[in-house]
């Protein structure tokens, strides 16, 4: 009876301290003891250094630090109004047919004089001279015409030329995201050549979530699409969440025998980048894992 008694009491400190770790973990944010996971750091799913091709002086800032931006919106805007005024010089060269109707009408009129000084040429009422200069007359018009008609599309292609240039003066996002950083204000000079770029925008929906511990041995059961179980550092427990494998470096480290996995996890609520997440790792990949690596994989 003693012994019996001594082995129940045993059993019910174990089992206070068991539940009386878990809920310290609870408490501290952390996940059961369990379940194993490895590090991983959220990245931006796109980042771009926006900068204006083009010189200028800069006429308008539309966005500032935090803003939320969509694809195609007007960022930043470099004074232009001269380029407009020449786009709308060019635009009256490209879309008037003056000329080329006037030489189509003077061809039409030399035209019809060979054609009757040919007649009375067969007729014998003309000499050859005559058929020949009203020939020559008609093949200068129908040169004219040509040129006219290659004058109206060059002008066409330098309005368009001017318009792509007056584009270029307008800084717009190419992604759906946050701005992270306005490098450039009001009435500055814009320098294509700044290595900062004009405005940094960073798209975090969806996030990339970059692990860089994994053995190669480890990545090697992994597949584009296979789905693991992530959890912000911070966040509850259990507040696991699944994420995509979407890529696999083609290239591992050699010298740490490592390969780099990147996962994609929607973001909706459009959390920031850079946190630290806990990735659970399927039993293949504890498994899989050196005995040596075990001091990465926690707990």
């Known amino acids: 009876m003693k012994v019996a008694s001594i082995g129940r009491t045993i059993m019910a400190a174990i089992s206070c301290i068991v539940l009386t770790n878990l809920s310290r973990a609870a408490r ?69 047919q003056a000329r080329i109707e006037a030489a189509q009408a003077d061809l039409k009129a030399k035209t019809l004089t060979y054609t009757r000084k040919k007649d009375a040429y067969d007729k014998n009422a003309a000499g050859r001279s005559e058929v020949d200069e009203a020939e020559a007359d008609m093949i200068t018009r129908q040169k004219q015409l040509k040129v006219a008609q290659d004058e109206f599309a060059q002008a066409k292609l330098k309005r368009d030329q001017q318009r792509v240039r007056c584009d270029r003066m307008q800084l717009k996002s190419t992604v759906n995201g946050s701005v992270q950083k306005v490098f450039i204000g009001e009435g500055e000079f814009n320098d294509p050549q700044r290595q900062d770029g004009a405005v940094f925008v960073v798209q975090n929906d969806p996030l990339k979530i970059e692990i860089r511990e994994l053995k190669t041995r480890q990545v090697a059961t992994l597949r584009r699409g296979d789905k693991l179980e992530v959890r912000y550092v911070n966040d509850a427990p259990d507040a696991w969440q699944p994420a995509e ?13 490592k390969q780099m996995v990147q996962l994609s996890l929607p973001n909706p609520n459009n959390r920031s980048s850079g946190l630290h997440m806990e990735v659970k790792l399927t039993p293949k990949l504890i498994e899989t894992a050196p005995s040596d690596e075990t001091a990465l994989i926690t707990p």
């Open 245 to 257: 494998v979407t890529f696999i470096a083609p290239m591992a480290d050699a010298p740490s025998d």
């Open 28 to 96: 501290a944010g952390e996940p059961p003891a369990n379940i194993r996971t490895i590090v991983g750091i959220t990245q931006p799913s796109e980042q771009r250094k926006l900068v204006f091709p083009a010189q200028g002086i800069v006429k308008q800032v539309f966005v500032k630090e935090g803003d939320e931006v969509k694809k195609g919106q007007l960022l930043v805007k470099l004074d232009d109004e001269s380029d407009l005024l020449e786009l709308a010089r060019l635009e009256i060269d490209a879309t008037s």
